[in-house]
């Protein structure tokens, strides 16, 4: 049941992320989740590495297959790192949530006696308001000050005492109160920025290919590649300079 309530949360957060090999545009702040990371970061430096070094042996001269035979292998070690970081960090991330949710759902009732008299006088009250005095208060209420009982006994309000046109004042506020009182997880800031890092590893695709992303300075965004392709691009881009001497 968590797992599923997890993942149609991750649901309604997915974002619009391209998966083309450069993203252009105002990305710092979506891809900050993984530049800040000090794991992440670290990972680069050893793709910056495995690129310098590459380039170093070419220059040097040593023959392609040679060099294929010393990198290769520390590409799809390199890659297996990248898939790693990301499975980890995703397990982490659910399972912090996870502790989000039963954490804010727990019955903070400290005096069973006095919590009964509040309901009783709570539902004496509403038993007295007109319907234009009900649709005032539900519009009046704050998720911060309503419990779960409180919301039934107004949803029984809006089922039982309200007509169509006065349910329709009610019923945005109403679905307001639901999440809150429900889901009161879903406002905490902590859980929200989770969920986006979540949806933004996530749909890279990252924990299964082990895709590397790095900053574009040229387009002020970021490149999506796979570190293959990146490899291939280093030996090609010092071939392409020798043949320019």
Do not use: H
């Amino acid at each position: 049941q968590d797992k599923k309530r997890f993942y149609k949360q991750i649901k309604k957060k997915e974002l619009c992320i391209m998966t083309t090999t450069t993203y252009q545009g105002t990305s710092q702040d979506v891809w900050s989740v993984l530049f800040d990371n000090r794991k992440y970061k670290d990972l680069l430096d050893e793709v910056n590495k495995l690129i310098e070094d590459t380039k170093r042996l070419y220059k040097q001269g040593y023959r392609l297959e040679a060099i294929d035979e010393q990198q290769k292998p520390k590409v799809t070690e390199l890659e297996n790192k990248f898939k790693q970081f990301a499975t980890d960090r995703l397990n982490e991330i659910e399972q912090r949530c996870n502790e989000i949710e039963k954490e804010s759902q727990q019955d903070n009732v400290k005096d069973p006696q006095t919590e009964i008299i509040k309901r009783q006088n709570l539902e004496a009250r509403l038993s007295f308001y007109n319907d234009s005095e009900i649709v005032d208060y539900i519009n009046s209420k704050d998720v911060t000050n309503t419990d779960i009982y409180e919301l039934s006994l107004l949803q029984q309000k809006y089922d039982n005492q309200l007509n169509e046109s006065q349910q329709r004042q009610v019923a945005f506020k109403l679905e307001e109160l639901k999440q809150g009182v429900l889901y009161p997880y879903t406002t905490n800031e902590e859980y929200k920025n989770l969920m986006f890092e979540y949806s933004v590893i996530n749909q890279t695709g990252m924990a299964k290919t082990g895709v590397v992303i790095t900053k574009n300075e040229q387009y002020g965004g970021v490149e999506i590649k796979q570190l293959t392709e990146r490899y291939k691009n280093a030996i090609n881009e010092v071939k392409q300079s020798n043949n320019r001497r």
